[in-house]
């Protein structure tokens, strides 16, 4: 079945950009996600991405998808404090099953 | 208007007690979804509701049970608590199953099997 793996951790400064990435097994999901989980929170819907597109910004998110790798990847430009947070990736696995990655925790530091 | 709310939000309880975790959306969404997160496992699909009174096993469906009489609501029954079941359950709505379909989460319920 499908997987997702991410990294477990990622700490940036204040300002800087957050990359965080995310990589997926089964090569027909159709649709990849991110969301984000503050703590003591449910999960909220970030962005997503069709599996036909290489990119995707709004605002100061860009998601960058590498199909041949698949490979996903979440940038944040200008991270702040409030980007804290738990962030997962998710491939659709079928109808409107999801199938989540671990989770990345971002800490921002000033 | 609250959306998707779950109760309780804390529960701790002992191995062998039945337990049921309540879920309720304001939305008329049709499909309903249950899932657990663990350390380590990110979110795992125990159960999902295309309608009321159809149900379907996710992932890790063992030990527990649900029901769905309502659209509206979606309970989670642990019929005999184990401590494998300490984790955070979350519940999700979506308007349908088609894929693409953004489901929408609850706050989460802490649940501590002793």
């Known amino acids: 079945g499908e997987d997702v793996e991410q990294s477990l951790f990622l700490s940036v400064r204040e300002g800087d950009s957050s990359v965080i990435n995310c990589t997926y097994t089964d090569s027909s999901s159709t649709y990849l996600y991110w969301y984000k989980q503050e703590p003591g929170a449910g999960l909220q819907l970030l962005t997503y991405?069709?599996?036909?597109?290489d990119m995707k910004q709004d605002q100061r998110l860009t998601v960058l998808l590498n199909k041949k790798d698949k490979h996903l990847s979440l940038r944040i430009a200008d991270t702040q404090t409030g980007d804290s947070a738990i962030y997962f990736c998710?491939?659709?696995?079928?109808?409107?099953?999801?199938?989540f990655g671990a989770g990345t925790r971002l800490a921002v530091h000033p | 208007d609250a959306g998707i709310t779950q109760s309780p939000r804390y529960k701790i309880t002992e191995t062998g007690r039945q337990v049921t975790l309540m879920c309720h959306q304001t939305w008329s969404h049709s499909y309903m979804f249950w899932y657990r997160q663990d350390l380590g496992h990110g979110l795992r699909l125990i159960y999902y509701?295309?309608?009321?009174?159809?149900?379907d096993k996710g992932e890790v469906p063992d030990g527990y049970v649900v029901s769905r009489s309502k659209t509206e609501n979606f309970p989670l029954t642990l019929e005999s608590a184990t401590r494998s079941q300490t984790s955070v359950y979350f519940c999700a709505s979506s308007v349908g199953g088609v894929v693409g379909d953004t489901q929408y989460f609850g706050p989460g319920t802490r649940l501590t099997v002793l």
């Open positions: 998710a491939a659709s696995g079928g109808y409107n099953k999801l199938i």
């Open positions: 509701s295309a309608a009321a009174d159809i149900t």
């Open positions: 991405i069709f599996s036909n597109m």
